[in-house]
């Protein structure tokens, strides 16, 4: 698994109290604040999903995924990016918070 660097207790924190805001099509400062130039890898992405015990099917559901693009995204022929890529991370870091997803 690729390194995600020091651990921002207090970003991560923002990003979940503005998730409503981002689901209302406004962009919080937070989300902002994150560095996405580095793209997550596939061994992110399984390593994700395999922290939450989901299938596919069911991990692709919770993120609003296709079933094909969260197999793409494993197999290494497609990667996530922007918002999606910081979703990996946090769920690396807390994979409770794919339960918050599946919620919305």
Avoid at 19 to 27: D, K, Q, S
Avoid at 58 to 63: D, P, R, S
Avoid at 78 to 92: M, Q
């Amino acid at each position: 698994m690729a390194k995600l660097g020091p651990p921002n207790d207090k970003l991560f924190e923002e990003m979940l109290k503005d998730i409503p805001a981002f689901l209302a099509g406004r962009m919080p400062k937070s989300f902002i604040k994150v560095d996405i130039s580095k793209y997550v890898v596939k061994a992110d992405v399984k390593a994700a999903r395999k922290a939450t015990k989901l299938s596919q099917a069911k991990f692709a559901e919770a993120l609003g995924l296709s079933t094909v693009t969260l197999q793409a995204w494993e197999a290494g022929r497609r990667h996530p990016r922007g918002l999606e890529s910081k979703v990996i991370r946090a769920i690396l870091k807390e994979p409770k918070f794919v339960t918050l997803l599946a919620q919305m």
